[in-house]
């Protein structure tokens, strides 16, 4: 009978170490679907403010063109941060290998959690900063697509110059003269 109370405390341990990876392994699976969703959003992201500031490379040279191509080329390099992987500690199977075969099971067991638990961490950190770039980006573009149309809208010198010597031509060639 004594050999059953630490074979139970090791069967309870395990069972708790068994939940333990399981919901490690679901968290760990949820945060590859949303990076994989904040890469995808930074790819869409430097595509559109690369055609966003291209569209704006033939125009003149006012302070509405400078201010969309430099929101432009803002959101285009906080698109290429957050495609950037996490610098740091990853889990090294191989290592982790070699400890674990001179382990206990359930102190390997524990060991290879707290290990995977420490890298998920890290990643979700870079996942929530990479985050901040991407909003700043998307907000940029916006910007950079607000100051578009605005520019569109407004009338330049040369335009409205243009328009009134095309109002005063049409006078004179209308019959006023003749």
């Known amino acids: 009978m004594a050999f059953s109370t630490p074979k139970r405390k090791l069967s309870r341990q395990s069972a708790h170490l068994n939940v333990i990876a399981d919901e490690l392994n679901l968290e760990t699976a949820s945060f590859a679907f949303r990076k994989t969703a904040m890469e995808q959003r930074a790819t869409i992201l430097i595509g559109a403010a690369s055609v966003v500031g291209a569209l704006q490379v033939s125009m003149d040279h006012s302070w509405l063109v400078v201010a969309n191509l430099a929101l432009s080329f803002v959101a285009a390099v906080a698109g290429v941060v957050v495609v950037f992987p996490r610098q740091g ?39 929530i900063v990479r985050g901040y770039w991407a909003r700043g980006g998307f907000i940029a573009l916006t910007l950079s697509i607000a100051i578009t149309l605005v520019g569109a809208l407004i009338p330049t010198s040369g335009d409205s110059a243009n328009t009134n010597s095309t109002d005063t031509s049409a006078a004179f060639s209308s019959g006023a003269h003749g």
């Not at 990853?90 to 638990?117: C, H, N, P, S």
Request: charged residues 40%; glycine residues 2%; negative net charge.
């Open 89 to 127: 500690d990853a889990l090294d199977v191989r290592a982790m290998r070699d400890a674990f075969l001179k382990m206990e099971l359930e102190q390997g067991r524990y060991k290879l959690i707290t290990t995977k638990l420490e890298v998920l961490e890290a990643d979700e950190r870079w996942l």
